[in-house]
């Protein structure tokens, strides 16, 4: 059984388009996190969510909106895409906010045109 | 915000050579992480380590935290095909602060 799984796998869209990713862990683990990684190979924390509730914000555009229906769940909704905005983006899970064992997703390739 | 510099970026070897990779820091780590990506999957955690002069070693990685604990190598043995893939350090801060990771170093092993 996957214990962090995202969809899609891959996403082409053209700028201006609203998309959505989606992230769900079968861990049990209350903690969640979005990471960008972009073509040099950088990852950098975007969001997490610790039971729903939203502990890390980076200095992200707004037009990225984070949603934890429960805490199985993060999603990740982007607004009036950019080409700027084309990376891998990866969702991972750790137990709670103390543990730094993260488990990582697959990742999702978005290419905006 | 910590910056943390991995060296070399790029590392191309045969399958059977030794290498060595290193995680550095201008301020103290708290606890520092190795992770590998290989391409087209996430990052996968390696190790954590956390005390100065820690050695730990998963077969055939050795992985070594500085007495300071402001510096981190990643010693492979007889490196493999398999072991292709980007390797990332993170340092995990304090109680509720976010990883952050250095820019990585791919490492490609040729059979």
């Known amino acids: 059984d996957t214990a962090v799984s995202q969809t899609p796998k891959y996403l082409v869209t053209q700028m201006g388009n609203d998309k959505s990713i989606k992230c769900e862990q079968n861990?049990?683990?209350?903690?969640m996190y979005w990471y960008k990684q972009d073509s040099k190979k950088f990852l950098k924390i975007m969001f997490s969510?610790?039971?729903?509730?939203?502990?890390i914000n980076e200095t992200v555009p707004n037009r990225f909106s984070p949603k934890s229906p429960d805490k199985a769940h993060l999603n990740l909704h982007i607004n009036s895409l950019e080409l700027g905005d084309s990376a891998v983006y990866f969702c991972?899970?750790?137990?709670?906010?103390?543990?730094?064992?993260?488990?990582f997703g697959p990742g999702t390739r978005l290419l905006v045109l | 915000t910590q910056l943390l510099e991995q060296s070399p970026q790029f590392l191309s070897i045969q399958e059977g050579e030794n290498l060595t990779v290193y995680c550095n820091s201008s301020?103290?780590?708290?606890?520092l992480q190795w992770y590998r990506q290989e391409p087209g999957e996430g990052p996968v955690l390696l190790v954590t380590?956390?005390?100065?002069?820690e050695v730990k070693k998963l077969k055939r990685l050795t992985f070594q935290f500085g007495d300071a604990r402001k510096d981190s190598s990643l010693h492979i043995t007889a490196a493999q095909p398999g072991d292709t893939g980007l390797y990332l350090c993170?340092?995990?801060?304090?109680?509720?602060?976010?990883?952050?990771f250095g820019a990585g170093t791919i490492l490609r092993v040729k059979s």
């Open positions: 861990l049990g683990h209350d903690t």
């Open positions: 301020s103290v780590f708290s606890s």
């Open positions: 380590v956390v005390t100065g002069g």
């Open positions: 991972a899970s750790s137990q709670d906010k103390g543990d730094w064992t993260q488990y």
């Open positions: 993170a340092e995990a801060p304090g109680y509720g602060n976010k990883l952050v």
């Open positions: 969510y610790n039971n729903k509730e939203l502990i």
